[in-house]
């Protein structure tokens, strides 16, 4: 198993939080990005950068992803690609997605996506608080163990 991450997007902290657990578990994370992104010196730990345009990086993702991998995304439509490869996804706030609820999820966002269109301002998501960092950490863990 490896885990995956929409890096551009990812805030530190949830980057901070995968670090430490790839060299506590071994199991290799890949930061995947258009741009350059700092990591730590581990052989646990990786990056790819990617050429710039819209869903690059979400591409390299899907193509590279096996049964089982875990992708790190707040990106509905990628979540959704993973899941139906065989693959887990983990958004940064601890919410995983499944096949259970991908399909509302993914219903939800073209929603808000036609009122924003429409010119209704919906508001982003808050900021990213220690609870979520938390509850996050605690997803992490809890799919590390039940999948090693």
Same mark, same amino acid.
């Given at each position: 198993? &490896?885990?995956?991450?929409? @890096?551009?997007?990812?805030? /530190?902290?949830?980057? %901070? $939080?995968?670090?430490?657990? #790839? =060299?506590?578990?071994?199991?290799?994370?890949?930061?995947?990005?258009?741009?350059?992104?700092?990591?730590?010196?581990?052989?646990?730990? &990786?990056?790819?950068?990617? @050429?710039?345009?819209?869903? /690059?990086?979400?591409? %390299? $993702?899907?193509?590279?992803? #096996? =049964?089982?991998?875990?992708?790190?995304?707040?990106?509905?439509?990628?979540?959704?690609?993973?899941?139906?490869?065989?693959?887990?996804?983990?958004?940064?706030?601890?919410?995983?997605?499944?096949?259970?609820?991908?399909?509302?999820?993914?219903?939800?966002?073209?929603?808000?996506?036609?009122?924003?269109?429409?010119?209704?301002?919906?508001?982003?998501?808050?900021?990213?608080?220690?609870?979520?960092?938390?509850?996050?950490?605690?997803?992490?863990?809890?799919?590390?163990?039940?999948?090693?």
């Amino acid at each position: 198993m &490896k885990i995956w991450v929409d @890096a551009d997007a990812c805030p /530190v902290v949830i980057k %901070e $939080i995968l670090f430490k657990a #790839a =060299v506590r578990t071994s199991i290799e994370v890949t930061l995947v990005a258009n741009q350059t992104i700092n990591t730590p010196s581990s052989p646990y730990i &990786k990056s790819l950068r990617v @050429a710039s345009g819209f869903d /690059v990086a979400d591409n %390299e $993702i899907v193509k590279r992803c #096996a =049964v089982g991998d875990l992708v790190i995304t707040a990106d509905i439509p990628l979540a959704a690609e993973i899941i139906e490869k065989g693959g887990h996804a983990l958004n940064p706030r601890g919410e995983m997605y499944s096949a259970n609820n991908i399909k509302a999820r993914l219903t939800m966002r073209d929603f808000m996506d036609t009122m924003r269109s429409s010119g209704i301002h919906t508001g982003g998501p808050p900021a990213l608080n220690k609870s979520d960092r938390q509850v996050f950490a605690n997803q992490l863990d809890k799919f590390l163990m039940k999948n090693k």
